[in-house]
């Protein structure tokens, strides 16, 4: 009888456990089809539960070799199965908890340290398993967790009959650490209102008494953390509904909050100032899956539908200035108006997608097979806007018109809610063929479309003001008639726009230059089509072997990009042999060549001012504004590229209880129609070695290395001055300047190479290309950046087996280093002999350093428990230029405040003690 | 050793003849032809597990745990998962007979040699479609991998899909080692903290994509973890719409954020207007260090650099956003 209640209480006990995992728990464990979420554990369970456990020495087959995969690498033995109990209701189960103690350094506060785990001191509950079954109905449940109570936990339950159904649920947090080392000046962080802690909102007196009050501010402030939660748990449900079909259903909820690093910017182009912000983090996600699926011995058919909801609960957030600001554009307005700011945070938004995939085998076809895949989805977002500004800015003109209540209403708007809308569609078609019983070609089309419907316009209707108010209110951006005589008839007004009432023809019909050439007046739709067609073999050689060929032929055409249409011809060879003795190899080569039509520099006039009026002609006229960029700049992703890819790999069985690894990868892409922008070579070299070495039960080694190498080169160019009627003279040391030599410069030798005098009619020839004698782009201020990465990887594994205990070690040992060099000419630049001494010749070295061992000694207690001493060593140097100096000197310029002091070095020692018992 | 191999062998035909022979009497007529007299040209018959067992029981004691045997045992649903050992390694009667020939049953290991096609034959007869859609013609089914080489279905090493290993993690790194150094990067991906998988992203069992992603595209990818970044937004960032490893290199970085490239010369590879600051020459006399000791600071050059200002870089939704600054 007691024996009954106990096994019933276990029963109960498993069954209550399981379901207050459930109840903790959400979302659907993804297949490897569709969704994420596919592990649960932390950085001290990674493979989700215990894998100290013991070893069967005699393995599958019974004899002690291990055996290979297809390739070669060595299977580990197996684990030691467990025996599970058995319950006189027919069910068995079994289970393991271990925990204990952490101590030692577990609380270190480092963000590299912390970055995705949380450790503590104190008790710590690392994992649990139980699985149960009743043999008789193929019912089961399983369930597993660890890092209970800490910011990494996690929790997963399975339960349902084999071969029929099972729901699945968990839950899983994943903090993120962004910095350790934020000074916030600030209360409310992760609300919609940060609040000033011992600062005035919008600085006292000036900006020169405020900076040091900030200092002060900042000295009295102790570093804190920023960093972020995610806690997502969803449910999934698959079912068998017959041998061919199944059928998925799953919902997932993830709710993230925190504070990440952020900044704001005050005045137009960010010449107020500028001051690091946190960014409140509240988000809410929910993602519905549902599938269908067929599968017969011809065809299969995938059915899916899915849902992505996200909701930000912070959809506004305001801030506290501390800033003494400057402002543009908008006058009469004093600076200290601006005592907060506000962000329109991420908006709310609705992704759908609905999917099918279709395969078709044709056994009297060539033995072929069909495939189609087609798929929509919508990604959506009709958030409410919010009003340029939160203030009434009474008292304030902008190019003569009353900013009163203008500005601080969704009235200042062209449409109060974004009805923002990007339509996705797929449809990709393939067919294989089995022409002989060694030969497979096939052949793809696939094309994909992204259709953006969203439109905005920039232009108040209720001033009638083309352009944007910006940072709150601190800037504007405004495109009026151009002031410079001989542009627009004598006499026309500042607001001569405003009368055409946001209406873009009218305006233009008005015939009137505008002040520049670059004022954003509505937003632009980027959208595209990609194209893939290709066409592949395979050929087997022999029973072990074969060759590939494939020639992909990819097309894209964007809509207001610089090229309207690239193409990339792609030929790709590949081997595979399986039969060399002792050996696998498996090696591709692909060559590619991207092109594209007519590169447009500068694509964008429809969206930007210029487009209000005719080009200017007026002497006098600073036309740089007009010319967005200058003609020989490419931007990297529509770029001419040729590029060579050998990727080869090599598994060999060095011995029966040996085998090592190597992989290598060599990519070398050139731009050579890019003079300027990401050009020259880019590189990226790997080299792997990999080694196994399991000879017995109680022993095995691994090892592993890896050295990558890469670069890229850019060239840039410091853009000087372009104005009509100006005589620019470029002088034999680079520089270029609008008067005569000076007697310095006589003195030291440097003439008048050449002169350029910028006309009405060739402003945009001669302004607009990159070349020896162009106002705007002279070579001379070309300056260039190379970019070197090294990174090695180096780790290594031991397990032992002394038989009254077992070790297991891993360590890792990684170093990484970015060297960027640049090259520049400081006369042509301007630069002072004391600046060129501080510029040097690159930045310094970006550096990561990190090792970590972990170390556990298990010692058996009885067959059901054990005690294992856990080790945990990290050491981390980091070295990163953006972060040089910002502890010591945060206002390194007026109005310019810097809270994070980046990332820093750690060590730490994390020891622990915990206690295993099986069930 | 060799007298337990014997003993074995004997006690297996003598379990697949008992087998056959109540197949004879009460199962299916073709598949009734007892294995010992059966002609080297006739198809092979299943013997039954039992048979299998009399040499392979330490290879049950793992197996037994497995969720294929529990399928196959405790609720099969078709006759190819009655046959358990069988309804994989294909039918036992040749193997019975003369056990150390490799054409006679199917294997799985390097050791034995089934050609690969034939090994995933086996596999597919129950897992195509689905996710395993799109196998045929996939890099890695090019590539001429077996489903065991990333599958161990005989034992469970891994929490969940019968890995080789106790992660997907690490029976991904197997082969890709590179990625296994970039996880190892100054900013990563959460995948050595055991909280996303390479599966997360990419499907090893082929897609639509070449490197078998999990969706259409690179951002649909991205977009379930990153889905306020989804979109779309009034002010859109074009390489940010259209592909996020423009700027972000998704395994591993050196730099801050996945980053391919340090900012700002990152962004500095598209930007260089006319007017205003992207395409000037930024450098180390900007550091709020070099201020310390006569240099200039620039908002572009510390901490976060261009999204000093530029924050909402990834696409915003202020009226006045257009430059991303709020």
Known sequence: MKARIRSRLKILTLCVGAAVVQLAAAAAQADTGVGVDTVLGNALNPGTGNTMRDRDPAGLSGQPQTRRTPTGQLYELPYLPVTPKATESGWTYSGSVEAGVLGGDANEKNATFRMYKDLDNGLYLNNFEVEAEKADEARFVEAVGGGVGRNDQYFGVEFGRYNDWKVEAFYNETPHVFTSTYRSLWSGLGTDNLTLNALTPGGTTSAAVTGPNIVNALAATENSELSLVRKKGGVR????????????????????????????????????????????????????????????????????????????????????????????????????????????LYPDNDYYNAKGEYARALPDFYSGRFTAVASLSRLRQNDNLIPPSMYPLTGGTINGVSTADNWNTTAALSKSSADAEINIRLLDLGLALNPTDALNVKGKVRYYETKNSTEYWACNPLTGQWGRLLNDGSGGNFPIPNATAGNNPVGTLNTAYNAAGCNLAATQALGLVPSAGNGGIRNIPFDYKQFNYTLGADYRVSTASSLNATFEREEYEREYRERDKTWEDKLKLGYTNRGIEDGTVRASYERTNRRGSEYHPDPYDPFFSTSLGPLPTATGTNVASWIHIMDSFRKFDLADRDQNILNARFNYMVATDLDVGVALQYKDARYPDSAYGRNDRQKQNSLSLDLNYQPSAEVAVYGFYSYQASRMHQTGLQANACVIGTTYNFLSNGAVQTTALTAAQIAAGITIVSTTTVTAADFLAVCGAASDTSPLYPTSRTWDVTSEDRNDTLGMGLRYDFGKAKLDLNYTYSTSRTQISYGYNAAALGLTAAQEALIGSGMPDLEFKQQILDASLLVPISKAAATRLFYRYEKGTIRDWHYDGVAQNPVPATNAVYLDAGPQDYKASVVGLFLQVAF | MRIQNSLCIIRARLAAVAAVTALALFGSPAMAAAPESAPESAPATYVGEKACLQCHEPANKHFGHTLHAKVFRLNPKNDTERQVCEACHGPGSKHVSKVDDKNFIISFTREWGTPIEKQNTQCLQCHKGGQRLHWPGSTHASNKLGCSDCHNPMANASAKGLLKKASISETCYTCHQQQRAEFKKRSHMPVPEGKMSCEDCHNPHGSTTKPLLKADSVNEVCYPCHAEKRGPFLWEHAPVRENCINCHSPHGSNHDKLLVSSRPQLCQQCHSPSVGHPGQFFRNDQTAASALIGGAQSARVIGRSCQNCHTQIHGSNHPSGARFQR
């Open chain 1, 237 to 344: 449900y698959d079912t068998n509904l017959s041998d061919a079909w199944k059928f998925f259903g799953s919902y997932s909820n993830e709710k993230r909050e925190g504070a990440r690093p952020f900044a704001a910017v005050f005045g137009g182009g960010g010449g107020g100032g500028n001051v690091e912000i946190p960014e409140s983090i509240d988000y809410n996600t929910h993602d519905l899956l549902a599938g269908l699926r067929y599968s017969d011995s011809l065809t299969s058919l995938n059915l899916q539908v899915a849902a992505s909801l996200f909701r930000n609960n912070i959809d506004t957030m305001t801030f506290d200035n501390p800033l003494f600001i400057t402002t543009n554009t908008i006058a009469g307005v004093p600076a200290t108006t601006f005592t907060q700011g506000r962000y329109d």
